[in-house]
């Protein structure tokens, strides 16, 4: 989160030839991410957040948050799965769910592209 706070004071910079989200429409899609990590997040719903055709959204919010939107949500799953792992003894199974992933598999290869390591690595280290 403190990432995405981050690149939102960023955000802020004057516009340049207004090709980027505003401020205001930034938030929104972030809030939006982060509160519907469990669910499919797709193009068209967060076109809706920010009031922007899919094209525009993919441009801008790769210009504001130096990363595609794909990527972002993956990354923000993958963090909000590590959370959740490092909270309990919880099942992978029901972590990747809760976290968005349709399968426990998908949450281990991504966990192991973001942080090197499998979960049961990251829950044993505890980080």
């Not at 995405?4 to 207004?18: K, V």
């Not at 499919?40 to 055709?53: K, N, Q, W």
């Not at 792992?85 to 598999?105: C, M, N, P, T, V």
């Amino acid at each position: 989160m403190a990432l995405a706070l981050e690149l939102l004071n960023l955000a802020n910079d004057p516009p340049g030839d207004a090709v980027r989200l505003t401020n205001a429409q930034l938030q929104r899609v972030l809030a939006y991410i982060d509160a519907n990590l469990d669910q499919p997040l797709t193009i068209d719903i967060l076109c809706r957040e920010a009031g922007v055709s899919s094209s525009h959204l993919r441009t801008w919010f790769k210009a504001a948050m130096d990363v595609t939107i794909h990527r972002y949500i993956l990354r923000r799953r993958v963090e909000h799965a590590r959370q959740l792992l490092l909270q309990g003894d919880r099942k992978l199974s029901d972590i990747a769910l809760e976290a968005g992933f349709s399968h426990q598999s998908h949450l281990a290869k991504w966990m192991r592209r973001e942080f090197g390591r499998s979960p049961s690595e990251l829950r044993r280290s505890k980080g």
